[in-house]
């Protein structure tokens, strides 16, 4: 029994050494998150904090960083005195906003750390954060089609930003994003193409890619029992493994729609081998955390203010903006998974 536990160690490897070696083959190395969970963040500031990284990555692509204030970034990752309310703007104004205000504690640990990483570096030899998120001006949005107009091409403007500030200058990227916008491009795969998919089409540059694994809350599957078996941060191979097989569907939670409107998951039935190159286990379901904004930021008036406007702008797709300012529990919410999908999809909301 005990050769098997090493046995199962072994193929799980820790996601530093994953991460580094896959830069010896691979110009980008993408790392998709479940959103707000705080155990993939804690493996996360581990990999920054890792002397090791600047060596092989001259960039991190930021999803939750609104790029009109890539200036502002700039200044404070290479140690120069920001305001905070300055810092804030640029995870508090991305286009997600009010839905994801990115407030949760881990987003602003981020650019603390890789600051702190930078500390010790070399002006010339520091890491860059870029911002992916498009450049949307609240101030002057006033109606919902401003926020269409910028909403829509998020992961082409992202490969933009690969494209130019990265891949041009032959540099080399860690991509910090949700997992859907980080799959490979799949012809089984109904939807429009990841951030991921945009890059090697544009430029031929194959993505390495590294999502979390996080069952749903019924776990039809049975995932979390196979998970059990590895220890917990073990970055887990897809190609010629039991997780190569796996139904997609089991882990990327996106809704999409079909031709009656209803509810509908694309990436059911799709071998999860096609999608991505490892999974990151980061625990059992009922042992995982959240990091929660604290609710005290919303009874800030002008903020409050500014979110309910916004708010308003997003008509049918407006939140539950109360709920922000109560407590929330520590457990990570699993997510519900949408109905089989019918034929065709459509505006997906990538996780």
């Known amino acids: ?57 001259d960039d991190i692509v930021a999803e939750f960083g ?77 109606d919902s089609s401003g926020i269409g107009a910028v909403m829509t091409p998020r992961d082409a403007h992202a490969a933009s930003v690969v494209e130019q500030q990265v891949l041009a200058k032959g540099h080399r990227a860690l991509l910090c994003y949700g997992a859907a916008h980080l799959v490979h491009p799949g012809p089984s795969l109904r939807m429009p193409p990841s951030l991921a998919s945009i890059i090697e089409q544009r430029t031929g540059e194959r993505m390495y890619t590294i999502c979390d694994l996080v069952p749903s809350a019924a776990d039809p599957g049975g995932l979390a029992g196979q998970l059990s078996r590895y220890p917990r941060g073990a970055v887990i191979p897809a190609a010629g493994t039991w997780l190569g097989s796996v139904d997609a569907g089991l882990l990327f939670h996106v809704i999409a729609f079909g ?42 008036p002008a903020y409050w203010e500014e979110l309910q406007r916004r708010n308003t702008l997003l008509a049918g797709r407006a939140v539950n903006l109360d709920s922000y300012r109560r407590e929330q529990p520590a457990q990570y919410p699993l997510p519900q998974l949408p109905p089989p999908p019918e034929s065709g999809t459509a505006n997906p909301a990538r996780n």
């Not at 949760?104 to 981020?110: N, T």
């Not at 930078?118 to 002057?140: E, K």
């Not at 031709?259 to 999860?272: E, K, Q, Y």
């Open 1 to 57: 029994m005990a050769d098997a536990r090493e046995s199962v160690a072994a193929a799980g490897r820790e996601l530093a050494g994953v991460v580094l070696d896959a830069f010896t083959r691979h110009r980008l190395v993408g790392i998709g998150e479940s959103h707000g969970l705080q155990d993939h963040h804690d493996a996360l500031q581990l990999l920054l904090a890792d002397p090791r990284l600047p060596e092989v990555a």
């Open 66 to 142: 609104n790029a009109r204030y890539q200036d502002t970034t700039d200044r404070f990752i290479a140690g120069h005195p920001v305001a905070d309310a300055d810092l804030r703007a640029i995870w508090r104004n991305t286009t997600q906003s009010p839905r994801q205000t990115w407030d949760a504690p881990v987003y602003e640990q981020f650019y603390r750390t890789v600051r702190a990483v930078n500390r010790a570096r070399p002006a010339g030899r520091q890491i860059r954060v870029l911002l992916g998120d498009p450049p949307i001006d609240w101030a002057a949005v006033t």
């Open 259 to 300: 031709p009656d409107r209803a509810p509908v998951n694309p990436f059911r039935g799709v071998p999860l081998g096609s999608l991505l190159d490892a999974g990151l286990y980061l625990g059992q379901p009922a042992a995982l955390t959240a990091s929660r904004p604290n609710p005290a930021i919303y009874l800030d």
